[in-house]
């Protein structure tokens, strides 16, 4: 929802004249810049035995969405949530990029704490009802499954406090892989698509080389070269970068 900004704009307006008036007393006119953002900020862990990103994003208003909960025991779980108390934010959302288990082992964990849904793409359901499965497959057993409360899709941003995050989708790595843009600060959680000089595995359920490639070149790299990535796992890159040097995916090898 946008505000009514009618009356400070008034102000301001009248604010501007009555300072290049008083520039005939020969008072110098300086002009009065508004700048009213709402600071979006990110806050990563890097969880569980895969070494995976889990990450807050907040604002000034105390609401935050926690993506990609990977928490996996209880030192971890602790360090998510005194961390969050901490800072006195208020969780609205689990966010998915998507289902693979080292992104969702603190899924149930984040849901029960919080009393908050679980959203992923509607693609990617099938990926999360398997956690169970795969869980096992790696020794994994603590997990406790979970199901998805609501589904993002592309058409539809996802919004909380003062912000607003745009839904790229980006199958490849997962069926319904998708990332979280935020324009005004040119930041995406990208799960894990690409990464430094690297790109996601394509040897999993549901993962297809040509398709991940596709969505790298139509959907991350059509965004602007300074967006910052903020990946599933390692450090974060820009879109520049990769677009230039990364071995995988640069558009030179297309």
């Known amino acids: 929802m946008v505000g009514d900004n009618t009356d400070h704009e008034q102000f301001v307006g009248e604010e501007h004249q009555r300072r290049r008036q ?3 007393s020969g008072i110098p006119f300086i002009p009065i810049i508004i ?3 709402h600071m979006l900020s990110v806050q990563s862990f ?3 035995p895969f070494q995976e990103n889990t990450y807050v994003l907040f604002d000034e208003t105390g609401e935050a969405v926690i993506i990609d909960p990977g928490c996996s025991n209880r030192s971890e779980e602790r360090e998510l949530s005194d961390w969050l108390s901490s800072k006195g934010l208020s969780p609205r959302l689990i966010l998915l990029t998507h289902s693979h288990i080292d992104h969702i082992l603190g899924a149930y964990y984040v849901k029960d704490m ?3 849904p679980l959203c992923i793409h509607k693609k990617d359901q099938e990926t999360l ?3 169970k499965i795969v869980a096992q497959m790696y020794g994994i057993d603590n997990y406790t499954e979970v199901e998805a409360d609501q589904f993002v899709r592309e058409e539809l941003p996802v919004t909380f406090g003062k912000q607003q ?5 980006l199958p490849g790595h997962a069926p319904g892989h998708v990332g979280y ?3 005004a600060q040119k930041i995406i959680i990208g799960g894990d698509v690409l990464f430094r000089a690297s790109i996601g ?3 999993l359920p549901g993962g297809d080389f040509d398709t991940l490639i596709e969505s790298i070149h139509q959907k991350l790299f059509t965004l602007p070269d300074d967006v910052i990535v903020y990946p599933g796992h390692g450090p974060e890159t820009t879109i520049g970068e990769e677009k230039v040097s990364n071995p995988f995916c640069a558009l030179s090898l297309r």
């Open 46 to 48: 890097t969880f569980n």
């Open 35 to 37: 700048v009213n953002l």
């Open 22 to 24: 008083n520039t005939n």
């Open 181 to 183: 843009y935020h324009m």
């Open 201 to 203: 595995r394509t040897d």
């Open 165 to 169: 995050l745009s839904v790229l989708f």
């Open 114 to 116: 919080y009393r908050i």
């Open 129 to 131: 009802r398997a956690g």
